[in-house]
C-alpha cells in the first residue's frame, strides 16, 4: 500500500472491516454494580465459575424428516435384479433403425404397401370442408397455438460458442398433440356413428413387453400417444405373394446394441386397458417423434431409417402386449394373428404401418415370422409457420387425410 | 441552432427553404360571422385537465387499426410493465366473491336448471341424451376403472388436485368426443368447431373505485394542489390467467342470453369492493397486460362456444361448503369473463373501448363426477376510475350449483346416472351460434384488422415480433430497478452519508418505474450494415402505435 493513498473513511468494505476491529476489542467497563451490591451485603460470584465445567455430552437424534429418503439404486437394493434387461424406452432409437428393430421382433417388410382395403379407402376423395378444417388444424397447431415455451437452443456449426438469442414458440410436443387429435376429431366427425361408436380414443396410455431372445432378456416401455381401440380385433386381408425385405444380419453389430442394460424392470407385460374393458382391442396407434424428446444414446442425430424403427418396435410394444393379456405370458406362436395400425409422425411427415403378429418367439430368424406393411415419408405440407409477420401455409398435400381415414376405417 | 449551423455549411439553402412562420396567411373570404362564434368554454380545473387527457388516450386507442397494436397501446405506459392483481384462476380465498364480483362487474344469478334461453333445445336434447347415455356410462367407468396410467406429477400444486384434474380431464375429453360426433351431422357448427386442450386463457382490465393505497395518499399529500383528492379512488389493471382443460370455439357468436337492453336492469347488482384486493389474498406483480382466449389474432374460429374447468383446487371439509360453493361460483365468474375478455379485445374493444354488443359464453366447472354449469353474458368491460361509477351496464352470469352426473361406480357399471346434468350439458351444445345484423369490429380498420394485413413488410414485421415479445413476458435482460436494503437503512431512514454524490433514482427523486414502453435506445445499425452510399441513421426505426 502506497503511504500516500487516502483511506475514506466511509469506504463500505473499510468501514464494516475498522467497525469489526473494534467491536471485537470490547473491553468490559465497570458498571460499579459489584461494589454497590457488596455494600448491600449480597455475594457477588464470578460468572466464569460456572462455566468451567466441561459440557455434557448428548445422544444425537435420528431425525426423521419429512419423508424417508429412497434407497440407492444399486446391487443392494431389494428390487435389484441380478440378470440384466436390455430396455428400449419411446426416447431412445436403435443404432441400426429398421434393420435392428427386425432382428429383435423377428419380422419380415412388405415396403411401401399396405394391405389392399387400405389403399382402396385412401382413394376415396374427401368433401372440401374436411380438407379446409386440417388446414385449419395444421395452422392452429404451427402458428395460432399460443404456447410460448423455450425452443432447442440455435448453434451455428461454424462458430459453435456463439448464442443466439433463445426463441419462444410452440414446442414439437404440443404441436404434435394438437395436430393429430385434431385430425383424428375430424376422421371421427366424417365417420359413420356405428363406427365412432364401436371405437375408443384415449391419450398418452404406456404399454410394456418383456421377452427372451437368445437367452437375453429384452423389454419396450412404450407411449402411445393416441391409441384408438375398437370393440372387436381389427382383421386385414393380406397379400401374401409380396416381395418381403427378409430380417438382415448385423453382423458385427449385435441386436442389443444401443440399449442400456437395467436392473430394476418388472418382469410382466403391461398393456393399459383392463381385460374387463369391452373395446380393449387395439385398432391404431400413435406415435409421435418429438426430436426435443428422441434421442440416440450417442450424441449423433437420429436418422430417418431409426425413425422408420421406432414404428415397428411401437407397434410389436402395442400388439404384443395386448397378446400377452389374451393368451398368456408365455405364449409363443399365435393361435390367430394380432394386426394393429401404426402412423407415427413429427407433424410434417406420415410413416403408417400395419404390423401382422404371429408369434412371440422371436428367437433366430427361421419359422414363423412377424410382417410389417408400411408407407412412409407422407408429407402433409411442406411449411407452416410465422413469416414475416403473416401466418403461412405451404403445399398442403391432401393424400395422407386419405390414409389417416382408412387406417380408422379399416 | 441545428438549422443555422446547416445555414453556415449550405449558405444558400437559406433562400430555398422557406421559413413557415413568413407566408402570408390565406386571406379568409368570410372572416366575420352574422353571430359570433367562441370556442367551447373548458373546465381549466386541474381534474378536468386530467380526464381530458385521459380521453384523448382512450380516443386514440379506439382509432388504431390492428388489434395487436391495440394490445402494445394498452401497455405504452409503463416499461416495466403495470402492477397487476394475480386472478389465477385457481386461487379462490375465501370470502373472494365480492372482490370477484365487483372485479368482473358480474351480477351473479343462482339457478336450479339452465335459463329459459335454452327451452328451445329440450327435446333435441333428450334424444340426443337417449342415444349417448350408454357410451357415457362406459366411458365413465373406462376412464375411472379401465386404463392403468400414470398421470405426470410437478411440484406446481398438490398431487391430490393434480390426480383430480387429470382424470376430470380425461373423463371431459371423453364426453366431449360422445357428443360432438353424435352432433356432427346435426349442426353444422359442430363440425366446423375447434377443440383446444389446455389452451392459454389471459386476460387483462382497468377496474376503477378502490381505495388508494397509503404510498398513493402520502404522496398526494406533498402537494397542495391535490388537497382535494386525498382519497380519491384509484385504477387497479388487473390480469387473470387460466388453463381450461378443454374449449370448443366456433366461427360466430352465441346468441344473447338476455336482451342487451336489460344490461342496464337496475335489478342487477354488484357489490361494491373497494378495499386493497390483498386483504383477501389476491396479490400483485410486475407484468405486462395480456389479452389471449388461446390463438393469436387472426385465427378464423374467435368466438367460444364451451369451456371446461378442473375442481382440482377446491379443498375438502376444511374449507365449509357454502366456502366451496362460492370458490366455484368466483372460478367460473373469473374464466367466464376472463375468456370474453379477451374474445372483446380480439374484436377491437379495450378495456377503455366499451363492447357495442354482447358476447356469450357457456362454462362447465367438473372432477368427472360434480359438474357446476354457468352461462354468463358478457355486457360491459369498461370499468376503469372514470366510467366505474357512470357506467350503468352489468355482465350477468347464470350458475347451478355442483351436480353429481352419477353417484357410484360398483362391479363396473354406473350407479344412478342423472340424465339431467348430461341433458344440460348437450344442451351447450345444442345452442346454436348465429350471425349478428351489425358491425362485429367497429373499433379495427377496414383492411387492416391485424398485424398480418398490414403492408409495408418491414412495420408488419415488427409490430408482430414486438407483440409477441410483449405478451410473452420474458424477464428484462437488466434486473429491475430496487432500493437495496442497505440503503434504506442508511441513506433513506437514517441519512449517514449526506457527503455522497447523489446518483440514485431515490435521491433524485425520480420514479424509475415511471418510464414509456418506447423509452429506450432501438437496436444500433453497425456502419457496414447502413444504406449504400452514405446513410446516417444510427438506429432501427421502431412502430410503436402513438398513444
Known sequence: MRLSQVLNRQHIGFMFKKHWVVQGKRVPIDTGVEDVLKAKGIPVEDALEFIKDEPKERERINIVGPFEPPLPLDENHPEYKARPCFTLKSTNVLLEGISQAQVLTKTIIAENRLPPKIEELAEMPAPTAIHENIKKAILSANVFDCEQKKLPKIKDKDRPAYNFPRILGITDKRRNQILTNRLLQLVEKTSDSEVTQSKYVVNDVESQTVFDKEDELIQFQDVSHILVTSHKPVTHDLDKDVAFKEIPDLYPVKHTVTLPPEHFYSETSKYPFRPSVSVRHPHTTWLHFNSTEVKNVYETPVTEDQILGRSLTHAFTVASAYAKQIHGEDVKDLPEPIYINCIQTDGQKYHFGVLELNTLNVDGSEGTKNIWYSKNNLKLYDSSRYFGGMPVLENYNNKVYGYINALYNC | ?547
Open chain 2, 1 to 547: 441552432m441545428y438549422l443555422n449551423r446547416v445555414h453556415r455549411t449550405f449558405p444558400k439553402l437559406k433562400k430555398i427553404i422557406t421559413r413557415p412562420q413568413s407566408q402570408a396567411a390565406l386571406a379568409e373570404q368570410n372572416e366575420y360571422t352574422e353571430t359570433p362564434e367562441y370556442p367551447p368554454i373548458l373546465d381549466m380545473s386541474l381534474k378536468a385537465r386530467k380526464l381530458r387527457e385521459r380521453e384523448t388516450l382512450y380516443q386514440k386507442i379506439k382509432e388504431i387499426n390492428t388489434v395487436e397494436e391495440k394490445q402494445i397501446a394498452l401497455n405504452m405506459p409503463r416499461y416495466y410493465g403495470w402492477k397487476c392483481v394475480m386472478f389465477n384462476e385457481t386461487r379462490n380465498p375465501y370470502n373472494t366473491m365480492p372482490l370477484v364480483q365487483y372485479y368482473t362487474r358480474s351480477h351473479f344469478i343462482p339457478v336450479d336448471k339452465l335459463p329459459d334461453y335454452y327451452n328451445d333445445t329440450e327435446e333435441a336434447a333428450k334424444l340426443v341424451v337417449q342415444e349417448i347415455k350408454a357410451l357415457v356410462e362406459e366411458a365413465i367407468v373406462i376412464e375411472n376403472e379401465g386404463i392403468d396410467r400414470d398421470f405426470p406429477v410437478t411440484n406446481e400444486s398438490s398431487i391430490e388436485s393434480q390426480k383430480t384434474n387429470a382424470l376430470a380431464q380425461s373423463i371431459v375429453k371423453q364426453i366431449n368426443r360422445i357428443i360432438t360426433n353424435n352432433l356432427t351431422d346435426k349442426l353444422d357448427h359442430i363440425l366446423s368447431s375447434q377443440v383446444d386442450i389446455e389452451p392459454r386463457h389471459e386476460a387483462f382490465w382497468f377496474v376503477g373505485g378502490v381505495d388508494p393505497p397509503l404510498e398513493v395518499v402520502r404522496w398526494r399529500k406533498q402537494y397542495p394542489w391535490l388537497k382535494d383528492t386525498y382519497d380519491d379512488p384509484i385504477d387497479r389493471p388487473v390480469q387473470y390467467i387460466g388453463t381450461p382443460m378443454l374449449t370448443l370455439r366456433g366461427k360466430l357468436p352465441l346468441k344473447p342470453i338476455i336482451p342487451y337492453s336489460e344490461a342496464e336492469n337496475p335489478e342487477f347488482k354488484v357489490p361494491q369492493f373497494t378495499h386493497t384486493p390483498k386483504t383477501v389474498g389476491y396479490f400483485e406483480t410486475h407484468r405486462h397486460g395480456t389479452n389471449i382466449p388461446g390463438y393469436w389474432p387472426g385465427d378464423y374460429d374467435e368466438f367460444g362456444l364451451v369451456s371446461y374447468h378442473g375442481r382440482g383446487h377446491i379443498r375438502g371439509e376444511s374449507f365449509g361448503d357454502q366456502d366451496n360453493l362460492e370458490a366455484l361460483h368466483c372460478q367460473a365468474m373469473k374464466a367466464s369473463f376472463g375468456w370474453l375478455l379477451a374474445q372483446a379485445n380480439y374484436q377491437g374493444f379495450t378495456t377503455y373501448n366499451d363492447l357495442t354488443y354482447p358476447l356469450v359464453t357457456q362454462t362447465v366447472v367438473t372432477n368427472g363426477q360434480l359438474w357446476s354449469l354457468y352461462a354468463y353474458q358478457l355486457n360491459t368491460i369498461e370499468m376503469h376510475n372514470d366510467k366505474f361509477d357512470s357506467n350503468p351496464k352489468n355482465n350477468v352470469c347464470f350458475g347451478t350449483k355442483p351436480f353429481k352426473l352419477y353417484d357410484t361406480i360398483e362391479n363396473g357399471k354406473v350407479q344412478g346416472l342423472n340424465e339431467e346434468v348430461l341433458k344440460m350439458l348437450v344442451k351447450f351444445y345444442l345452442n346454436t351460434p348465429e350471425e349478428r345484423d351489425h358491425d362485429m369490429k367497429p373499433y379495427l380498420g377496414k383492411e387492416e384488422q391485424v398485424v398480418a394485413d398490414i403492408e409495408d413488410d418491414n412495420r408488419r414485421s415488427w409490430l408482430e415480433a414486438r407483440y409477441k415479445h410483449l405478451v410473452a413476458n420474458r424477464p428484462k435482460h437488466f434486473l429491475l430497478p430496487e432500493v437495496y436494503l442497505w440503503e434504506k437503512i442508511y441513506k433513506i431512514r437514517f441519512n449517514t452519508r449526506f457527503f455522497e454524490a447523489k446518483r440514485r433514482p431515490f435521491e433524485k427523486n425520480v420514479n424509475p418505474f415511471n418510464r414509456r414502453l418506447d423509452d429506450h435506445l432501438p437496436p444500433y445499425i453497425p456502419k457496414v450494415l447502413r444504406q449504400y452510399p452514405r446513410s446516417k441513421k444510427k438506429f432501427e426505426t421502431t412502430y410503436y402505435p402513438k398513444v
